[in-house]
Structures are given as structure tokens and as C-alpha cells.
């Protein structure tokens, strides 16, 4: 696993593992994606969640 730096305070802070159920075809759609634009799944569901909880006021 790797190093992330925390936005709100510029520290490294280890990534946690969290595991969900995602239906197949949208796996199959991410993976397609994340291979279009040369960077990992879970970095595009990071970014989804981030841009999930800004859109909902939580961070």
C-alpha cells in the first residue's frame, strides 16, 4: 500500500482497504476507464467519493 498526503494537513497517512460488492458491468465500465485514462480503479472511486462528499457538503 501506498503513501497519501492528507489535503488538510500535508502529513502522509497510510490508505485504508475497504471492500464493497460493485455490480460486474460497472467493474467492467471502471476498469475500461481507468485503463482510457492510464491510472488505477481505486483512484477513479477516490475520486468519485470526494466528489461525492463535496457535493453533499460533507468535507
Keep these: ?9 500535508g ?3 497510510p490508505n485504508k482497504v475497504f471492500g464493497v ?5 460497472l467493474v467492467k ?3 475500461i476507464m481507468a485503463v482510457k ?3 488505477q ?5 477516490e475520486e468519485a467519493v ?3 462528499l463535496k457535493k ?3 468535507i
Aim: glycine share 2%.
Design 37 to 39: 485514462k492510464d491510472t
Design 1 to 9: 500500500m501506498g503513501k497519501k498526503s492528507s489535503s488538510s494537513t
Design 50 to 52: 470526494i466528489d461525492y
Design 56 to 58: 453533499n457538503k460533507e
Design 21 to 25: 460488492r460493485v455490480d460486474p458491468e
Design 11 to 13: 502529513t502522509s497517512t
Design 41 to 45: 480503479v481505486y483512484k477513479l472511486l
Design 29 to 31: 465500465k471502471l476498469k
